[in-house]
C-alpha cells in the first residue's frame, strides 16, 4: 500500500499490518515504479480529493490527480500490472445533466477537483487504448460508512453530521439542504473494485457506483436526529446526484447492498 498521509481529514491512517506499506508520495515517479514489480492489480484511490480545498489550492488538485495519477498508470504499464482500477468521481456531471445520471452524459465539471479526476479518467483510457494497459474507471457517488472522515468543515456529510450529533452540537446544513445525494456505503465500493478484477469487458471505460437512490441534506438530518443549523452556501457544487447503476450491473456484475436509512439506523442503535 502506498500513502503519503498528505489528507487532514482523519485523526489517523490505517495502515494494514498484513501489507507492506510504504508513506511515498504518488507525484514521486522514482520511489513508487520499483513497487509495482510483481503487481497484478493496482487499485488507484489516491487523491485530493474534496472540492472546496481545491478551489483553495487548484495547483495541488491538479499536481496530485492528474500527474499522480499518470506516474501510477506508467508505473504499471512498464512492469506489465494486468490492470489498474481508478476511483474518480461523480461531481463530473456537475449541474446540466439531470439524474438519473449516466456514463455517457457530457462532463460539466464545476471546479478544480472535478476536472482533474476527470483528466485522470482520459489519462486511463489513453493508456487502456494506446499501450493495452487494462483499466475501469469508477465514479463513486458520496461514499460513507466506517472509518469515514470526520475532520474539518469539508468532511463527507454522513460522518460529520454523526460527529455533530454526538457530541451535542448542530448539525451543519450547507445551504437550503435541499440539495440531494446517493449514498453508497463503503464496502459496496470494495466489492464493486474486486469485480473490477474478475470482469472480462468494460476495460478503458466509465462505471458509476452508486445505489440509485437519493436524499436530501434534510433527510439525512431527519434520519440522524438532532439541532440542525444553515451555513452558507458553496461553490462549485452539483445540486442533484443520483446513480445510473445499470452498466455496473451488466458489465461488472455488481449490486450495492447496503441501504443509508437501515445503516444509520443500527449507528444510532449502537450509540444509544
Known amino acids: 500500500m502506498i500513502d503519503n498521509e498528505f489528507s487532514d481529514a482523519h485523526d489517523g491512517f490505517y495502515w494494514n499490518k498484513q501489507a507492506q506499506n510504504y508513506k511515498i508520495d504518488i507525484r514521486n515517479y522514482d520511489l513508487i515504479e520499483p513497487l509495482f514489480e510483481g503487481v497484478r492489480y493496482v487499485f488507484h484511490l489516491a487523491a485530493e480529493s474534496r472540492i472546496q480545498p481545491s478551489i483553495n489550492d487548484p495547483t495541488t488538485a491538479v499536481d496530485i490527480n492528474v500527474n499522480g495519477t499518470c506516474n501510477v498508470l506508467q508505473a504499471a504499464r512498464k512492469h506489465g500490472v494486468e490492470r489498474v482500477i481508478y476511483s474518480s468521481t461523480s461531481s463530473a456531471y456537475g449541474l446540466k445533466n439531470k439524474p438519473p445520471l449516466k ?34 474507471t469508477f465514479r463513486y457517488f458520496n461514499v460513507y460508512g466506517e472509518r469515514q472522515p ?5 468532511a463527507p456529510v454522513v460522518g460529520l453530521f454523526l460527529k455533530q450529533a454526538k457530541s451535542g452540537k448542530k448539525m451543519t446544513v450547507v445551504g437550503d439542504g435541499k440539495q440531494t445525494r446517493d449514498y453508497t456505503h463503503v464496502s459496496d465500493v470494495v466489492e464493486a473494485n474486486i469485480c473490477a478484477t474478475r470482469c472480462t469487458e468494460g476495460f478503458g471505460e466509465i462505471f458509476n457506483i452508486g445505489c440509485g437512490k437519493r436524499h436530501s441534506v434534510l433527510d439525512l438530518v431527519s434520519l440522524i436526529g438532532g439541532e440542525y443549523e444553515h451555513i452558507p452556501p458553496r461553490r462549485g457544487e452539483s445540486r442533484e446526484t443520483e446513480a445510473n447503476i445499470e452498466k455496473s450491473k451488466a458489465y461488472l456484475n455488481w449490486t450495492p447492498k447496503i441501504n443509508l436509512c437501515d445503516w444509520l439506523k443500527k449507528e444510532k442503535e449502537l450509540k444509544q
Open 103 to 136: 456514463e455517457d452524459m457530457p462532463n460539466d465539471c464545476l471546479n478544480p477537483y472535478s476536472v482533474s479526476k476527470v483528466a485522470g479518467e482520459e489519462l486511463c483510457k489513453m493508456y487502456n487504448d494506446l499501450f493495452g494497459l487494462k483499466t475501469i
Open 150 to 154: 470526520t475532520k474539518g468543515q469539508y
